[in-house]
């Protein structure tokens, strides 16, 4: 899998000046290193007091600035990790599916466009398929650049939609996620493009069905997310739009119903708990209903799981996100809430955790203090 086209992405409109301050920087540095180099050659540098001339202190003084603004970048983005939630309309889950049905035992993929929110999530409007000179093989798919091109170009400019992600399938491989060529492939793109986030779907069949996930890469993570779907049981608005004016364009796939299954979402997802650690207070059922009492509570939030097996939640509120996360000594510990908020700043919101034994009541307050403070 690999990226055919180099579409206008958010990351190319919202950091321009960020971008070239970095590219500035290295250029300033070559040329402060080439001259360091040069005096060196003519033994005029002393390595204890090393005598700059008016001009490389000039570009000492110009790198200083450009690094805290290099600086400032990224302290700000470390914070936002790959959102744990992908939303797409149904129209376009439905048509990635009849796209898989098509090749069942052959990877075949397309694009997605869409546009990301301002808490980092992406919003799938419009899914493409393979163009008709795609390169379809049994561990690997290519998609038809001229098609894409043809395609892509009007869904970005005419539409206003950014092309966020890729799909492709593992068809019968039994491959539910990334592969290592896959992650590293996507890795490197994002960086080499400076796309900031990307989403990649990776879908699955057997003769008769199929199932789509989703991974959210991000510039500043080593480590992509499993988003759960945020289905909407409605047409996209830009289905019919966009299938009417590239009509004599589109290629659409030759199945007509599609059949989704075992799809990991916030609906299916909400309610089931996770594996846990034995000494970990959730592993005992009794708590893992409390949990639950939790979660109906907030409302509109979804759990996760980190690596070391800790349970965290995602709140969605107005024009924030609450991650809650439940440390190892919980409940004699109290949670952690870290927010994001749509102006993309980060903090970590502490208040007073009162332990009584009562723990639904004693998080409905804590939580109540959290938003009423935060």
């Known amino acids: 899998m690999c990226l055919n086209l180099k579409l206008l992405t958010s990351a190319e409109v919202a950091k321009p000046e960020v971008e070239n301050a970095m590219s500035k920087k290295r250029n300033l540095l070559r040329r402060l290193t080439e001259r360091k180099q040069e005096k060196r050659k003519l033994g005029s ?9 008016d ?5 000492v003084n110009e790198t200083r600035d450009l690094n805290r603004v290099e600086s400032l970048n990224i302290n700000l983005t470390d914070n936002n990790l790959p959102a744990s939630i992908a939303i797409i309309y149904k129209s376009e889950l439905d048509y990635i599916s009849r796209c898989i049905l098509d090749s069942t035992n052959i990877e075949t993929g397309g694009q997605l466009f869409g546009f990301w929110t301002a808490d980092k999530v992406p919003v799938v409007l419009y899914a493409i398929g393979p163009g008709p000179h795609a390169n379809h093989q049994s561990a690997f798919f290519n998609q038809d650049v001229d098609y894409l091109t043809r395609v892509g170009r009007p869904i970005v400019e005419h539409f206003g939609l950014q092309h966020i992600g890729e799909w492709h399938s593992h068809h019968q491989l039994g491959l539910a996620q990334p592969s290592g060529h896959d992650a590293n492939t ?7 493009k400076h ?3 990307f989403l990649l779907c990776i879908g699955n069949c057997t ?11 991000s510039e500043y993570s080593q480590h992509y997310v499993k988003a759960q779907w945020c289905i909407k049981e409605i047409e996209s608005p830009f289905r019919k739009l966009i299938d009417n004016e590239l009509a004599p364009f589109l290629v659409h796939p030759r199945t007509i119903q599609a059949n989704i299954e075992n799809v990991y979402s916030t609906e299916s997802q909400q309610n089931l ?6 000494s970990y207070w959730f592993s005992i059922k009794e708590n893992r209903q409390i949990l639950k009492q939790i979660m ?3 409302g509109n939030c979804t759990i996760q799981q980190d690596r070391d097996g800790y349970v965290y939640l995602s709140k969605v509120g107005n024009n ?5 996360f439940f440390p190892d000594g919980f409940p004699k510990q109290p949670p952690r809430i870290k927010r994001r908020c749509s102006d993309n700043s980060v903090c970590e919101i502490n208040v007073a955790w009162d332990n009584s034994g009562d723990l639904l009541n004693d998080f409905i307050n804590f939580y109540s203090l959290v938003e009423r403070y935060g």
Request: hydrophobic share 30%; net charge negative; glycine share 0%.
């Open 296 to 298: 109906d509570t907030l």
């Open 55 to 59: 001009k490389e202190d000039a570009l």
């Open 207 to 217: 003769n008769t069905s199929s199932t789509l996930n989703a991974f959210n890469f």
């Open 45 to 53: 540098v002393d390595k204890n007091d090393y005598d700059r001339t």
């Open 195 to 197: 796309l900031v986030q």
């Open 273 to 278: 708990p996770p594996e846990y650690k034995e």
């Open 186 to 192: 996507m890795l490197s793109t994002i960086r080499d």
């Open 320 to 324: 924030y996100i609450d991650t809650i």
